[in-house]
């Protein structure tokens, strides 16, 4: 069974940053897309940064680029995404999903299959 777990949310002040990490387990290919959203309340759920497991490839939005970086970790199976300079729009519930048998980054929440439980995070201004 395939899971993903995401962990490192949480509350801080703007400028601060915060380190998401999401760990997938029960995936035996390498062809995959790992993607991180984030909805906010009222919101539709956006992209946020992918990262293209069979060839490395990054993909960021606009809101994320200079800011956040995508990454992971082969041995432990895990994406993270650090975000720095954090402003109060960055308040969201972030997700983190799996796009199975692709390496080309898509941004469409429906191209993602497989998603987190998702984790809080809070910038106070």
């Known amino acids: 069974q395939v899971q993903l777990v995401e962990s490192g949310g949480g509350l801080v002040q703007a400028g601060g940053s915060l380190r998401l990490s999401c760990a997938a387990s029960?995936?035996?290919?390498?062809?995959?897309?790992m993607g991180w959203f984030r909805q906010a309340p009222g919101k539709e759920r956006e992209f946020v940064a992918g990262?293209?497991?069979?060839?490395?490839?990054?993909d960021y939005a606009d809101s994320a680029k200079g800011r956040f970086t995508i990454s992971r970790d082969n041995a432990k199976k895990t994406v993270s995404l650090q975000m720095n300079s954090l402003k109060s729009d960055d308040t969201a519930v972030y997700y983190c999903?799996?796009?199975?048998?692709?390496?080309?980054?898509?941004?469409?929440?429906?191209?993602?299959?497989?998603w987190g439980q998702g984790t809080q995070v809070t910038v106070s201004s």
């Open positions: 999903a799996a796009d199975l048998g692709r390496w080309m980054i898509r941004r469409s929440p429906r191209a993602y299959e497989l």
């Open positions: 029960g995936l035996t290919s390498s062809n995959y897309v």
């Open positions: 990262f293209s497991w069979s060839d490395g490839s990054t």
